[in-house]
């Protein structure tokens, strides 16, 4: 019902920049929430940055201030731009969005496959 595709992880090295993006398809009402988690090899899944439709935001304390989330309504897309990185940011990026499938429905979750950065020092 609902897809979610992500691009532009890659690798770069500490102080470098990337932007993430995440296309959503399909069939739904609205998404009130995108955002991105991360998961680095050993660690648990971690909340990165989320934005609601209205364009709240909110951060990881290990990201702030070098990262900022932004969505394109018209588009479902939503973005991360991370500057500034360090090689503790190295991680799978993964792409979550809370989705109102039909009017008066549920929030259903939804994930994407994830995209690897790797920081480099």
């Known amino acids: 019902q609902v897809q979610l595709v992500e691009s532009g992880g890659g690798s770069v090295q500490a102080g470098g920049f990337l932007r993430v993006s995440c296309a959503a398809s399909g069939t739904f009402f609205s998404i009130p929430t995108m955002g991105w988690y991360r998961q680095a090899p050993g660690k648990q899944r971690e909340l990165v940055a989320t934005i609601s439709s209205t364009g709240h935001t909110n951060y990881a304390d290990s990201v702030k201030g070098r990262s900022t989330i932004s969505r394109d309504n018209a588009k479902n897309t939503v973005y991360l731009q991370m500057n500034s990185l360090k090689p503790e940011d190295t991680a799978v990026y993964y792409c979550?969005?809370?989705?109102?499938?039909?009017?008066?429905?549920?929030?259903?979750?939804?994930w994407g496959q994830g995209t690897q950065v790797t920081v480099s020092s």
């Open positions: 979550y969005c809370n989705v109102i499938l039909r009017l008066g429905s549920g929030i259903k979750g939804y």
